[in-house]
């Protein structure tokens, strides 16, 4: 069984002081949940963020990374320096960094970097809206994965987030059962390369999450976790991280 998995992606949110007023609050809701729950919080934030959940059971994840050790690469933060400050979770490859301009093969380099640091990578991917509109999204989805796992061998730790960029911060979330269905050739695709794995890994589904859908999302066979964005910014929060109680 997979246990479920809740991310909340604070993107270019929530300052130390700002993490902490949330926290204080929000931590002793979530820290016994029957789904693991995840922060993400921007790098300026980790130390005070690690701080308040240790010993809670909530883990601590980064938004990105750099691929090398150490370097020069001004403004980009390392595996090592991750390790450090106690980083579990590492997000790559989200949409929103793509847009930036990172590409497929640099996303790779990454993917390789964290899982030989021990950091659990989250590999995202998902079709923008263009590309659904013509119907191969599967086929998009597939050259992705073909990217971003070219030449990794696949372990139970890793995740995949489908996040279609269609329905990333525009309040307009996919079909669950659509989103079931990429979910599912998703966990296709890694039954080719290694089946046991295929069964093992963790999807996700990103896009326009909130209190009021995630139920439906988590009640698919191969979605197991949300990776949240502007719905975990505040104590509503809760609410996501215990669907499956009753309020």
């Known amino acids: 069984m997979r246990k479920k998995i809740i991310a909340a992606n604070w993107k270019m949110n929530m300052s130390a002081s700002q993490a902490e007023f949330l926290l204080a609050a929000l931590v002793p809701k979530i820290s016994n949940t029957s789904a693991e729950c995840l922060i993400l919080p921007p790098f300026t934030?980790?130390?005070?963020?690690k701080k308040l959940l240790a010993g809670t059971g909530i883990a601590l994840g980064a938004q990105n990374m750099h691929y090398m050790d150490n370097g020069p690469f001004t403004g980009e933060i390392s595996p090592l320096m991750l390790k450090e400050a106690g980083v579990e979770y590492v997000l790559?490859?989200?949409s929103e960094r793509r847009a930036l301009g990172?590409?497929?093969?640099?996303?790779?380099?990454?993917?390789?970097?964290?899982?030989?640091?021990g950091i659990k990578p989250i590999i995202c991917l998902g079709e923008p809206q263009e590309v659904r509109?013509?119907?191969?999204?599967?086929?998009?989805?597939?050259n992705q994965l073909d990217e971003e796992l070219g030449g990794i061998c696949l372990c139970s730790e890793m995740l995949i987030a489908y996040?279609?960029?269609?329905?990333?911060g525009t309040g307009c979330p996919a079909d669950s059962a659509d989103a079931q269905r990429c979910a599912s050739f998703i966990r296709s695709y890694l039954a080719m390369k290694d089946s046991q794995c295929a069964q093992e890994i963790r999807?996700?589904?990103?896009?326009?999450?909130?209190s009021s859908n995630i139920a439906s999302f988590l009640s698919q066979s191969d979605i197991d976790g949300a990776l949240?964005?502007?719905a975990s910014l505040n104590e509503s929060f809760e609410r996501i991280a215990r669907y499956d109680e009753e309020f």
């Open 133 to 142: 509109e013509s119907g191969t999204e599967l086929e998009f989805i597939s």
């Open 163 to 168: 996040e279609p960029i269609w329905a990333t």
């Open 45 to 49: 934030s980790l130390y005070a963020v």
């Open 203 to 210: 999807i996700l589904y990103g896009g326009s999450i909130n």
């Open 92 to 94: 790559l490859g989200h």
């Open 102 to 117: 990172e590409s497929g093969e640099m996303i790779n380099l990454k993917v390789k970097s964290a899982v030989n640091h």
């Open 228 to 230: 949240v964005g502007g």
